[in-house]
């Protein structure tokens, strides 16, 4: 089920979004009243306030569970347990319509046998004959982490007879901690609620049904959510494909660090629904620092291997993006039965894509294949930009990954290419590794060289590719021209300027290529091409790549600046 939690401040303001939650698909909606709780305004205050909240409960358009929250587990509540208590018990048991669920924290029901008798009270009315009985909710919250002792709470709130249901929430710090949850659901004796909170703990969330869990929990709004990492109810319907996740279901998801406002998860469950393929596409961050790659790397090879040989997880792909790119192209893990290095990834020591388990051409469980296809995307697109060109000249500026895949694809489609950087040190030495690592075959024979950006007027170019942060919003020069243009004087009309940058779709290159009347390619075309490469590797099917285009423009179309650059 979906739960959507409220914070209740004013009634009327409540339930019209408890309305608003149940049309846009939530099965319950948990009433947190920890802020509106009575006892400070005195007696007439407080029967004011219970009965307006009696008529929350009773007015409610959907199944709810009401929660006070005390402040040690996260809540606003910071007064007595027994007054609390008190209110839950005017709220279930003297309540025409009670609530579906009471939460309450495990350390509470364990503070004293007065406070359990009471909450006993709430969910046990053998007198009254109601529709729903309120059922129990014993609740285990952690914001810094894993408690130390969660395995001996979980058994205590298993023991406790007037439990229901079991609900444990801590912050993830890192993906690992979710398999943790998995376990938990999976070997549960009573209904369980299990999730990870931040943005490592998403994946607990989005898979709850996969694991048997009860419910998860969305936020009406972005700003409404309770704790940290809750995706809104529309991305988990809508984004994430909620109601279609099973025990079956495949896991794929984007790695990198940050992954939060990636493009690639809306448009692969897009396509998943598209081609009727049971699968879910998830942000998967791994974090990385800078100053310490070697970490970087142990980290990125531990985290995937546990989450390739966790059994039922089922992840059968990942996209590989900054900064772990290089991390995956070495890929060599003891728990892989076998790996299989697609040979652009060789030549370019970096990947973009993994293909998991049965996926990778029908082989045993446990296998990974490593593919690179920015390289390839790069290369479709300039054949048909330039199929009427027989041995095109192609500069690319740029000394990064992305540089180093278009200069391969450049080459390797017979191209003579040149690498234009800033500093001629580094383009040399980039075009000196592509040289040595691919060979003169699969570069179609013809040598990488490399220029200083001062010299990009002196070599006449069929085609320019940016592959700089120059000109990207949220970067750090927004407005600068990656390519100078209108300085270019040996251009021909039928010139091509391609940007690798997809936010803004028009960046200030190819704006001022456009008003010069050149051929342009932007930065979404080469994101689509290369995504629809990695479906088609994952799902054996071909990708719908008008679909993707059009998701993508639309999202980049209504985002800011700050939530596209990511």
């Known amino acids: 089920m979906v739960c959507v939690p409220i ?16 049309a846009k698909g939530a099965d319950l909606v948990e009433w947190r009243i920890d802020s509106f709780f009575p006892g400070s305004e005195g007696d007439t205050e407080d029967a004011y306030r219970v009965k307006q909240l009696q008529r929350l409960l009773a007015e409610s358009p959907l199944p709810c569970v009401l929660t006070c929250r005390s402040a040690s587990e996260g809540g606003d509540y910071d007064g007595d347990d027994a007054d609390r208590v008190s209110l839950l018990e005017k709220l279930t048991a003297a309540c025409e319509t009670p609530p579906a669920y009471l939460d309450v924290e495990l350390a509470t029901y364990q503070r004293s046998a007065n406070l359990r008798q009471k909450i006993n009270l709430c969910v046990d009315h053998p007198a009254q004959t109601r529709d729903v009985p309120t059922r129990l909710i014993l609740s285990i919250h952690d914001f810094q982490g894993p408690p130390a002792d969660l395995s001996r709470r979980l058994l205590a709130a298993y023991q406790e007879p007037a439990c229901a249901v079991v609900k444990v929430a801590y912050r993830a710090r890192s993906l690992r901690d979710n398999l943790d949850l998995f376990d938990i659901m999976r070997e549960s004796p009573k209904p369980i609620i299990a999730l990870g909170m931040g943005e490592f703990g998403l994946m607990s969330r989005v898979l709850a049904p996969k694991f048997n869990g009860l419910l998860t929990f969305a936020a009406l709004r972005d700003e409404s ?44 469950n897009a396509g998943f629904e598209h081609v009727g393929h049971d699968g879910v596409y998830l942000p998967l961050p791994i974090a990385a620092d800078s100053k310490d790659p070697e970490a970087s790397e142990t980290s990125f090879r531990a985290t995937v291997g546990a989450l390739v040989a966790y059994d039922g997880l089922g992840l059968s792909g990942a996209s590989v993006t900054l900064p772990h790119k290089e991390h995956a192209a070495h890929w060599n893990d003891s728990n892989t039965r076998s790996t299989s290095i ?40 300039l054949g048909e930009a330039l199929r009427h060109v027989d041995a095109p000249h192609i500069g690319v500026i740029g000394n990064g990954g992305v540089a180093r895949a278009a200069a391969y694809a450049a080459a390797r489609a017979g191209g003579a290419v ?9 383009a040399r030495g980039v075009a000196k590794e592509l040289n040595a690592r691919s060979g003169p075959a699969a570069t179609g024979r013809i040598e990488i060289t490399a220029a200083s950006l001062d010299e ?22 927004p407005k600068e021209l990656s390519i100078p243009v209108s300085k270019l004087t040996k251009v021909e009309p039928e010139t091509v300027f391609f940007d690798t940058v997809y936010n803004p779709v028009e960046t200030p290159m190819l704006r001022e290529a456009k008003r010069l009347g050149y051929h342009t390619i932007d930065g979404v075309e080469m994101f689509v091409k290369q995504a ?18 059009k998701l993508c423009r639309e999202a980049l179309a209504d985002a800011s600046p700050e939530e596209a650059a990511g």
């Open 225 to 268: 959510a309770t704790a940290p990492g809750q995706p809104t109810i529309s991305e988990l319907l809508y984004r994430f494909r909620f109601r279609s996740i099973g025990p079956a279901t495949r896991v794929y998801g984007v790695i990198g660090w940050p992954v939060g406002h990636s493009l690639s998860p809306l448009i692969h």
């Open 7 to 22: 914070t209740v401040e004013d009634i009327d303001h409540a339930l019209t979004d408890a309305t608003l939650a149940a």
């Open 532 to 549: 629809a490469s990695q479906f088609q590797l994952w799902t054996n099917r071909e990708a719908p790549v008008d679909l993707f285009d």
């Open 342 to 381: 697609a040979d652009e990834v060789q030549a370019l020591g970096a990947a973009n894509t993994l293909v998991c388990g049965s996926d990778l051409d029908g082989s045993e469980s446990g296998a990974i294949g490593v593919y690179n296809t920015d390289s390839s995307a790069i290369e479709q697109l």
């Open 418 to 426: 040149v690498i234009f950087g800033r500093s001629i040190e580094k």
């Open 456 to 477: 990009i007027d002196s070599v006449c170019c069929h085609a320019y590719i940016n592959c700089t942060p120059l000109g990207m919003a949220g970067g750090p020069s």
